[in-house]
């Protein structure tokens, strides 16, 4: 299965000391050379996960095609839909609103963070989501209280 990764879920993961649900579910990840850039130039969550093996870092080879995001993403965003396109991902994994809309219309599979949780409920990798979400909140990572109970209620948490 090919899966590229923007940083936010990486970070997110990361910060729950999750990241390794990433592997367990989709094997190896790619990321765009933007997306390590991104994670290696801080020293926050994620900064050292993104060089364990499950990680491959790939060059975009459409440069050209990435002005044309970069007027509503960041470099990472833009790179990682661009990377989804070359390789024909089956799912790109990113949170951002924008760029989950841009995927989207794309025609990329594209799924967040949350998204990725419930898989690993689903495969039984792990029992419940709400602490694992609970946990990523307190951490810092935002989610409004609609999408929070929404999402929870949905999958009967």
């Known amino acids: 299965m090919n899966v590229v990764s923007n940083s936010t879920p990486i970070i997110s993961l990361a910060t729950i000391g999750k990241i390794d649900l990433l592997r367990k579910l989709f094997g190896t990840v790619y990321v765009p050379q933007a ?3 991104e994670l290696k130039s801080k020293h926050a969550p994620g900064h050292r996960e993104i060089d364990l093996p ?7 080879q459409g440069i050209k095609y990435i ?32 760029g989950y809309r841009i995927a989207q219309r ?17 495969q039984g990798i792990i029992s ?17 209280q609609f ?11």
């Open 128 to 144: 419940s989501v709400k602490p694992l979400l609970d946990d990523m909140i307190k951490q810092g990572r935002w989610y409004s």
């Open 35 to 37: 997306v390590y850039q």
């Open 67 to 98: 002005g044309f995001l970069l007027h509503d993403l960041d470099q990472g965003e833009a790179e990682a839909i661009l990377l989804a396109q070359e390789i024909e991902a089956d799912t790109l994994i990113i949170d951002e609103r924008t």
């Open 54 to 60: 499950c990680f491959e870092v790939k060059q975009i």
């Open 147 to 157: 999408v929070y109970e929404n999402f929870l209620n949905k999958i009967g948490e």
């Open 106 to 122: 794309q025609g990329i599979h594209t799924i967040g963070t949350l998204t990725v949780l419930l898989l690993a409920k689903q």
